[in-house]
């Protein structure tokens, strides 16, 4: 069965610090995969995307992502983490030929100051 | 351009009561689909729609019904509420050529409708 795994539900760091979040899929098919940020109270926008080319994929507020086949994952990275960073993130996967995604449970982000 | 919309943003019902949430999009996008965003389970797909007329369930359809009758609206209709449809509802929308599904677009969420079911 398909599913997407954020092993961790919350994170903390301090400003400045790095930051790495995990996701694995498991999807037998090309996945197509995403994160996504969520502010409190608002809906989910779009960190970015990878379908194809390029296994280190840049998105926006100065997040990055890599894809790894042989590990099934697709960890988002930032190098330093400002306040404004503090909110839930969400990995997904596109099932091709389903027309459905699916999502993770999500890490809640929590930025020292 | 007002991207995804949806009414209202807080809802009590009472169980056995009926009540529709409302989406609305204005980018002309084909692709719509509902979530239900619960605590520690994430999102998780209730109906989704790839035109007017064309609808499908998700992962969790029970205790729901959609219609769409123009590509703009896509309405959520809970015929008789339970309390375990207490949850957060989002709307969103993809710009996708739905004549193919390889679900590699963007989706485009609305701010999301809290509803508690008493």
């Known amino acids: 069965a398909q599913s997407v795994t954020q092993p961790d539900i919350h994170i903390t760091v301090s400003e400045g610090a790095s930051l790495e979040l995990r996701c694995n899929y498991s999807y037998g098919a090309t996945p197509y995969l995403f994160w996504y940020v969520q502010s409190p109270g608002q809906g989910l926008q779009l960190l970015l995307k990878?379908?194809?080319?390029?296994?280190l994929v840049q998105g926006i507020k100065g997040f990055e992502a890599e894809f790894k086949r042989s590990q099934s994952s697709f960890n988002l990275r930032k190098p330093s983490v400002h306040w404004s960073d503090a909110a839930e993130y969400f990995c997904?996967?596109?099932?091709?030929?389903?027309?459905?995604?699916?999502f993770g449970t999500g890490t809640r982000l929590k930025v020292l100051a | 351009n007002a991207g995804v919309t949806q009414t209202p943003k807080f809802q009590v019902l009472k169980t056995g009561q009926s009540m529709t949430l409302q989406c609305a999009q204005d980018m002309n996008h084909e692709y719509m689909s509902w979530y239900r965003q619960d605590p520690g389970m994430g999102l998780r797909l209730i109906h989704y729609s790839v035109g007017a007329g064309i609808t499908d369930q998700g992962e969790v359809p029970n205790g729901y019904n959609v219609s769409r009758s123009t590509t703009e609206d896509f309405p959520l209709r809970l015929l008789s509420a339970a309390p375990s449809q207490t949850s957060v509802y989002f709307c969103a929308s993809s710009d996708q050529d739905v004549r193919y599904s390889r679900q590699q677009e963007t989706q485009y969420f609305g701010p999301g409708t809290r509803l508690l079911v008493l």
């Open positions: 990878y379908f194809s080319g390029d296994t």
């Open positions: 997904a996967v596109g099932l091709s030929g389903t027309y459905k995604y699916i």
